[in-house]
């Protein structure tokens, strides 16, 4: 195997610990609507009186703020300090443990006696053996069971949230494995991935006592559904309430989780795929950052991606381990208006932004119109990744934010988010001596290996990767199925690493150059990433034939505004439609309660054949370049209106 650096932290659970108990009363998380409502009130003053002194009057009240608080908060802002989420933590974690232990608690919903019981039998022996790739033989894989066991699943239904890291935190310190759900997802799809993973519990938000204006009350339904105990909570039932036994920390048993998190991905079979993400990915990646990148203790990070999203993660424990204070904006308020992020820059001083390209690309032309220098002297580091990123989008940061750092960072869900970084500091220099038509992906980060295999030249082939970030595997219940993994020839690794080395297929291509940075080529499957979600187009098609009325369908993408994507969808029907505008309506619908709106075709075509290759195949290059005007087998078309920029980057907050 490859030896890699020891880390310097033995757990998550430690290192808060840590930091919560030498910082007690620092806030580490604000959720912010006071600054959002200030800012909407001196918009709407803007816009009524065309007053430039009001927008002048907006700036030099936030700035006053900036100077005499850090961090700032206004008035509606709920604030929680290291220690009262510590305390929160200790009280969460104990209640879990009694109820997964098989103990009672006032907050547990049970489910009906039948599906208990059929629950027990799912559930009743999660210590099994970890199927593995037979590169590394059973015998590897029988000293691993020795070592580790397959933890219980913990499901987490609420929006970004200071209780959602509560619930984070307080899975990991009780020893077991959290699972996102993220509320914005249709319900079915939430129940699929809660049979899938044969969830052990659901935990919840209750919202009765929160006066804040997060929405947070999604909860009642998954309760009537009574196939999960289901554990609801507040934040200050958790925080008020005292802790009287002390857990184990879960670096010291003697058999270690296999995985600490389970996150569902997109599917080419047709069904979303599980994740079984692990703790020492998810430390090294934070470690990587702390070294390369370090943060301050007064920097303010922002939480603002979605939990589906594997970035999240790092948005907050990146801060909280760091000893940072983290902002958690109304994600209501996002979805309504993405440009809500240029506001937080300003009244938080926020110094780190993670997004993916296209939400930038939107949003530049608000910071450039608005003028805000406090955003562009507080935004220290801008951490791009999820899709490609241009050279034009670049330059355009160059002017605009000429203090502040650019990364690109690459990676996906099996490998924790990110494998390699391109700091694009770099990035004139190379360009001296290489045409490039994107931002490179860089060079593999702390602990991670990253080698080309292909037919042809070393250089350029499928982006393959081993070490401390890649996953378990894939969770098929009661087992740990392997990655599509590969084991590496010496002649292929040139003797730098061991033989016996299992490396990860990303699926992507890329190609070194002259450097040792890589850059990225493409994929020569049917996956793609819209606003940094992952989606294997089979899934779409797949539900699209579910449709009592679709005999078969084929979905391609296509490139908008130059670098954004969207869906378009091909319907076979089994018989003619005599208003199509009627079912195009019906079918958007009845697949928005199914799929993730990332997820959903913009356009859709109704065709009376498929274009087919020689063998026999659908013909998706040549279906991609079909016209409306041009194809004489289209029966009728009927289309969305055509989709602009921002309502492509809105899906990400959904």
């Not at 009350?217 to 802790?243: A, Q, T």
């Not at 430390?283 to 589906?308: A, C, D, H, V, Y």
Request: a negative charge; glycine letters at 6%; one cysteine or more.
């Amino acid at each position: 195997m490859v030896l890699h650096n020891k880390l310097s932290t033995c757990c998550i659970s430690h290192e808060f610990y840590k930091v919560a108990t030498n910082n007690p009363n620092k806030i580490a998380v604000i959720q912010a609507c006071g600054g959002l409502k200030i800012a909407k009130e001196f918009r709407l003053s803007c816009s009524e009186n065309g007053d430039q002194d009001t927008r002048e009057e907006f700036q030099e009240f936030v700035s006053s703020k900036r100077k005499s608080v850090n961090p700032p908060v206004y008035e509606g802002d709920q604030c929680f300090t290291f220690s009262e989420i510590l305390s929160a933590v200790d009280s969460l974690s104990s209640r879990l443990r009694c109820i997964l232990d098989g103990g009672d608690d006032p907050n547990l919903v049970k489910p009906s006696s039948v599906n208990m019981h059929q629950t027990a039998n799912d559930c009743s022996s999660k210590d099994q053996l970890i199927v593995g790739s037979s590169d590394r033989g059973l015998e590897q894989y029988t000293q691993l069971l020795h070592k580790t066991y397959i933890p219980k699943v913990v499901g987490i239904y609420m929006e970004p949230s200071v209780v959602y890291i509560v619930s984070v935190l307080s899975v990991l310190r009780c020893g077991e494995a959290f699972m996102p759900l993220d509320p914005s997802w249709p319900n079915e799809r939430i129940l699929s991935v809660i049979s899938s993973s044969k969830a052990d519990l659901i935990v919840g938000y209750e919202s009765s006592v929160d006066r804040t204006c997060h929405q947070l009350d999604k909860l009642r339904w998954l309760i009537h559904k009574g196939s999960n105990p289901v554990f609801y909570m507040s934040i200050e039932d958790v925080i008020r309430k005292k802790s009287d036994s002390l857990l184990a920390w879960p670096c010291e048993s003697e058999r270690l989780r296999s995985f600490c998190y389970l996150m569902y991905t997109s599917g080419s079979t047709g069904i979303p795929k599980g994740v079984c993400g692990t703790e020492v990915g998810l430390l090294n990646r934070f470690l990587w950052m702390q070294g390369s990148f370090p943060f301050q203790k007064e920097e303010i990070l922002l939480f603002k991606t979605s939990i589906s999203f594997i970035d999240h993660l790092q948005e907050f424990l990146g801060a909280i381990l760091a000893n940072c204070t983290l902002i958690i904006p109304p994600f209501n308020q996002l979805k309504d208006n993405i440009f809500c992020v240029v506001n937080l820059l300003q009244e938080y001083s926020i110094s780190r932004l993670v997004a993916v390209p296209s939400l930038i690309r939107a949003i530049l032309p608000a910071l450039h119109s608005m003028h805000y220098p406090t955003a562009q002297i507080s935004l220290k580091l801008l951490v791009l990744s999820g899709e490609i990123f241009d050279i034009s989008l670049w330059k355009m940061l160059v002017k605009l934010l000429p203090q502040t750092s650019v990364l690109n960072i690459y990676g996906s869900t099996e490998v924790s988010g990110d494998c390699t970084y391109f700091d694009c500091k770099w990035l004139p220099t190379m360009l001296e001596q290489d045409a490039l038509g994107s931002i490179p992906i860089g060079i593999p980060i702390d602990n991670c290996e990253v080698v080309l295999i292909g037919e042809n030249s070393p250089d350029e082939g499928e982006i393959c990767v081993g070490g401390s970030c890649v996953a378990s595997g894939y969770f098929s219940h009661p087992s740990i199925l392997p990655l599509d993994n590969v084991k590496l020839h010496q002649e292929i690794i040139d003797g730098k690493n061991d033989e016996n080395e299992v490396y990860f297929r990303t699926g992507d291509f890329g190609r070194k150059l002259s450097d040792g940075n890589l850059v990225y080529i493409g994929r020569r499957d049917r996956t793609v990433k819209i606003c940094g979600h992952r989606i294997a187009l089979e899934e779409v098609e797949s539900v699209l034939r579910e449709h009592q009325e679709v005999a078969d369908s084929a979905v391609v993408s296509r490139c908008v505004q130059g670098d954004n994507l969207f869906l378009e969808a091909y319907l076979l029907l089994k018989q003619k439609e005599n208003n199509l505008e009627v079912f195009r309506s019906t079918i958007r619908c009845w697949m928005a309660s199914k799929l993730p709106p990332t997820m959903i075709p913009t356009r859709f075509y109704f065709v009376e054949s498929f274009p087919m290759s020689s063998s026999g195949k659908v013909d998706y290059n040549m279906l991609a370049t079909f016209a409306a005007s041009e194809a004489g087998n289209h029966i009728a078309i009927e289309e969305t209106q055509d989709i602009d920029l921002i309502n492509v980057i809105q899906k990400v907050f959904y």
